[in-house]
């Protein structure tokens, strides 16, 4: 799956693809939303939900990641360096 792949199926395509694939990367709260962030293959996607894991506010996709830095100390890393 490419970015731009992901980017032109539906939103029931897109959801069913992300907790079958994607691997979850952590959670983080924005204003009055819960955001969950995935990796699927080489991009980044966030999952914005008005009510958790229910009403889908919007959904944003990345290469970069600079979408990372929200979530940087939910990520263990001690174990990645030796």
Same mark, same amino acid.
């Given at each position: 799956?490419?970015?731009?792949?992901?980017?032109?199926? @539906?939103?029931? &395509?897109?959801?069913?693809?992300?907790?079958? &694939? %994607?691997?979850?990367? %952590?959670?983080?709260?924005?204003?009055?939303?819960?955001?969950?962030?995935?990796?699927? &293959?080489?991009?980044?996607?966030?999952? @914005?939900?008005?009510?958790?894991?229910?009403?889908?506010?919007?959904?944003?996709?990345?290469?970069?990641?600079?979408?990372?830095?929200?979530?940087?100390?939910?990520?263990?890393?001690?174990?990645?360096?030796?």
């Amino acid at each position: 799956m490419t970015l731009s792949g992901f980017q032109e199926l @539906c939103l029931q &395509e897109k959801t069913r693809l992300l907790h079958k &694939e %994607g691997v979850y990367i %952590g959670k983080r709260r924005k204003d009055a939303q819960i955001v969950l962030l995935y990796q699927l &293959e080489g991009f980044y996607v966030e999952v @914005c939900y008005y009510r958790y894991r229910r009403d889908i506010s919007h959904i944003r996709t990345s290469a970069s990641v600079q979408l990372l830095e929200p979530y940087l100390d939910q990520i263990p890393v001690e174990n990645l360096v030796s």
